[in-house]
């Protein structure tokens, strides 16, 4: 990563969490984006991070739907979405529908971790966006039938999550008080003895 | 992120490859690990860096069964890797097994990113490694049923791979010719044309 030896040296000696990547400690989910387009380029250099992502037999099962603003594709993720993401989504220049292959194209044989796959290439979209100066705010929150018809995928595609995509709006421009107020809460997140563990409902010793 | 103007600038006028993240550039999943342990202050760092995982409904669903060599928990992972992989991972100091929770715990509906949302938290473990100098090889090759055995994982949980971790060995150290060849062969990726979509089957205009 071409690091000066004092900065190595200076990470060598942080604390945990000073160590840990800005785009992690950066990343949040926003629902008010601004106008501004995402260019072409920024485009195309998220996707080119999500190339490299690791995935199981290299596989790269995972295809993701692009949708710009008033294109088609953007229309029909709209709609898939529901009610309570429609409040906000449609203020994102892009929207994303991920989507992977359930089995190995080598040999047709089930793929246990093609959902695992898709959601690690997710996250590479998620932190170059951050890379960039850009933000990501992932769904669940969508009707799979609707989006599975409008699109036609076949049928060993499992669909994964929807992807807002664009610049940080302004918290003020959200319809609901309940999404101004999430806009500015400071995140939050369960401790480590709670999912890193040595035996199963027992921390493991990070001390 | 705390660029400088003219770093900025470099990024936004670089093509897009050269605008990826270090991390995913520079990560690879290799078989030799040296003998050097991995120091308690980087595994605390890499949990600290998937705390901060996106998930959905902030369920954060993940959990991680940590070994160290020499270890029970260690053992019991190694225990279930098939045998291609008990050919080169015992060589990691650290071995780790991920599972998920398939239902919420708000109201113990099902989950349906549950796997994805582990396989986001993965990705940004391995990245944060690479962040600091450590190298990860994901695993699916293993027996899923004796793990869960092994680990008593109740059912309610998926398991998902298991990650060796360390610092990067000699490949000449390795028993079998075709990993010594994998070893140091170039990342192989297909086209963004061939994942990234306007409609199924037809790839996004990103000119």
Redesign the interface.
Known sequence: ??KSAAEVNQ?KHAP??E?????????W?PRSFSDREVS??D???I????????S?F?E?P??????RRG???YKKIFESLGEFNQAWAGSAPVLILDATRTRFSRNESPN??A??????????L???AT??GLFTH?M?GYD?DVARKL????EEFLL??VIALGHQGEPSELTQEYMREQEISP????P?SE??????GTP?D??
Chains 1, 2 share one sequence.
């Open positions: 990563m071409s990470l945990a969490v160590r840990v990547m800005p785009e992690v400690l950066q990343r989910s072409t380029l485009l195309r250099t996707f080119e991070a999500v190339r490299w992502a690791a199981s290299n790269q995972w295809r993701f739907l692009v949708g294109d088609p594709t246990p971790v959902l695992y796959d898709l959601g690690a290439a997710a996250a590479t998620c932190y170059e890379h960039i992932q669940a799979r699109f036609e995928i076949p994964g999550a995140r939050q997140r369960k480590l999912f890193v563990l040595s035996s199963w493991a990070l001390k």
